[in-house]
């Protein structure tokens, strides 16, 4: 398998635009974690998934995000609209069960000025 | 909900010596308690993790141990290496209806050569 895949690996953007952020988890894989990265807060969850069930989206920011996984091998992480304090690294993770050992993507640095 | 909290924020060591890096938790419910390691520009990665039922665990350089009654957890790295170089978060997993990791703002170790 190859991994977690995450795409695009960089984003810059202006402020007030749509941002699209996808993961292809690893296969037979159940579980779905989308994860923040900044040096102020460290690694935050946004939200989680199983079996492409949104169970958690508690530490979701606000309206302007949104997450969606409409198949097992898919999900998006969805801004809008972008602010410059959105500027971080996400993260997509995945495990086959809540407490097994997370597969993180490369990540995807997000740049929002 | 939990509250890891992680100590010391950075840490610099001599090569060859020991390193130790605590955490401390909130929910006493928690029983999983995993260690990923981040180097510079890269993904977090599970080292070692522990479950509740034991208190302690080796893998050949690295240790966990639990005290679930104090409810703190450490690692531990001896005859450190240049490579042991990275970012290092803890985690632990609540459960108030959902199963899911809090990690704790990760500790910044260096390596003297």
């Known amino acids: 398998d190859a991994g977690v895949i995450q795409s695009p690996r960089h984003e810059v953007t202006e402020m007030g635009q749509e941002v699209t952020l996808r993961c292809k988890p690893i296969?037979?894989?159940?579980?779905l974690f989308w994860y923040r990265q900044t040096m102020m807060r460290g690694l935050e969850l946004l939200i989680y998934?199983?079996?492409?069930?949104?169970?958690?989206d508690s530490g979701m920011p606000e309206d302007r995000f949104s997450a969606k996984m409409p198949n097992a091998s898919f999900s998006t992480l969805k801004i809008q609209p972008s602010e410059p304090r959105d500027s971080a690294v996400y993260f997509c993770?995945?495990?086959?069960?809540?407490?097994?050992?997370?597969?993180f993507g490369p990540g995807t640095r997000l740049t929002v000025t | 909900g939990e509250n890891v909290e992680q100590h010391p924020s950075t840490l610099s060591v001599q090569e060859g010596d020991s390193a130790v890096i605590k955490c401390t938790y909130s929910d006493s419910a928690s029983n999983y308690f995993p260690w990923y390691k981040q180097e510079l520009g890269k993904r977090p990665q599970l080292i070692i993790d522990i479950r509740s039922n034991v208190g302690e665990k080796k893998d050949q350089r690295i240790a966990v141990t639990l005290n679930k009654t104090a409810k703190h957890f450490s690692l531990h790295i001896t005859e450190t290496q240049p490579e042991d170089s990275a970012v290092y978060f803890c985690?632990?997993?609540?459960?108030?209806?959902?199963?899911?990791?809090?990690f704790g703002t990760g500790t910044r170790l260096t390596i003297i050569p």
């Open positions: 993770a995945s495990s086959p069960g809540p407490l097994d050992e997370q597969y």
């Open positions: 998934f199983n079996n492409n069930v949104p169970i958690d």
């Open positions: 985690a632990a997993n609540t459960n108030f209806g959902n199963e899911k990791l809090t």
């Open positions: 296969s037979g894989h159940d579980y």
